[in-house]
């Protein structure tokens, strides 16, 4: 990883002083020098296995998946970032860049210059770039991803609109990628307003303590039991987790403004799903943390919770 200036959450990778600004820049440093390749699955018995195969890393020769597709185009690290670069240093600044998962995952981060306001929370806006090999169709994925400055949780979950989460294909041609950069620019204003406009709705509806109850008994359950001990155990783990959510999270000083509303739930549970964890070990490991972002894996609770938010009537 490749990070500027400020060592990130993860404790790992490599300081820039200044944005990276280039190709080469946002390269160095962070391992993104390796290629990959495929090769067909076989069998002693079989020279073919349908159209599966194995995707690999040519420096170090490990695999890195096995997808069943009848036509592969990889895409190299050295190509992902064609679309972004007219962007950067007007309108983009570079946060980040690196793999995980043994390169499995590429990515780079970039932040959006111009900061904005939603409702009375300042929010900071990321188009996340993501190179995952186990779908190479010669295109990566762009994420807009914008974060609550306060407490520095991720609100993806509610823009309801395909800026949100797209698919680009990388090319070297600079007209095209030109094209590809106002498009991903224009995404970013469609992803500001779906926010908008989902938050808005939350913020109008109110919720009762009926409510409350009804949302803590669907994402936090309790095991109906009569003295089974691996029950009780299970139960007091989850009482913890419900006191740790009302306590800590809904009764977060920056979300008091919300209070009463069903945005304060939904801003409490990003913080809950984000930052609090059953075991440290979930909490540190730093692969199961890349995955989590919204857009890559799906959040369970909070995707539960934007469910049921409908049908509560205050």
């Known amino acids: 990883m490749l990070y500027v200036k400020d060592k990130p959450w993860a404790g790992v990778g490599r300081t820039h002083e200044r944005p990276a600004t280039n190709l080469s820049e946002i390269l160095e440093g962070a391992g ?71 390169g499995l995952y590429s990515y780079g981060t970039f932040k959006i210059n111009e900061p904005y306001k939603l409702i009375e929370d300042e929010i900071d806006h990321y188009v996340l770039l993501v190179n995952d090999r186990r779908n190479p169709d010669g295109k990566v994925t762009v994420l807009n991803t914008p974060f609550r400055i306060a407490c520095s949780n991720m609100l993806s979950s509610i823009i309801n609109n395909a800026s949100a989460k797209f698919r680009i294909r990388c090319t070297d041609d600079d007209i095209a990628n030109e094209s590809i950069a106002r498009f991903i620019q224009e995404s970013v204003i469609g992803s ?78 990003t913080d809950f799903t984000q930052h609090y964890y059953m075991s440290g070990d979930k909490g540190i490991d730093l692969d199961a943390r890349m995955r989590s972002v919204p857009g890559i894996t799906t959040d369970g609770m909070v995707s539960k919770f934007m469910k049921i938010a409908p049908r509560l009537v205050a």
């Open 32 to 102: 993104l020098d390796y290629q990959t390749a495929y090769l067909p699955m076989k069998t002693d018995q079989h020279e073919t296995v349908n159209n599966w195969h194995a995707i690999f890393r040519q420096d170090t020769g490990d695999v890195l998946a096995a997808v069943n597709k009848p036509k592969i185009k990889m895409v190299q690290n050295q190509e992902m970032f064609g679309a972004v670069l007219p962007l950067i240093g007007n309108y983009l600044e570079t946060i980040a860049s690196g793999s995980f998962d043994n």
């Open 192 to 269: 500001k307003k779906g926010l908008e406009e989902s938050a808005q709705v939350l913020l109008d509806k109110k919720y009762t303590q009926a409510n409350l109850d009804k949302v803590m008994d669907e994402l936090f359950p309790y095991i109906q039991s009569s003295g089974d001990s691996s029950h009780e155990r299970a139960n007091a783990t989850m009482s913890h987790r419900r006191a740790t959510f009302l306590n800590l999270c809904m009764g977060a000083e920056d979300l008091q403004n919300y209070k009463g509303t069903q945005y304060q739930i939904y801003s409490a549970l």
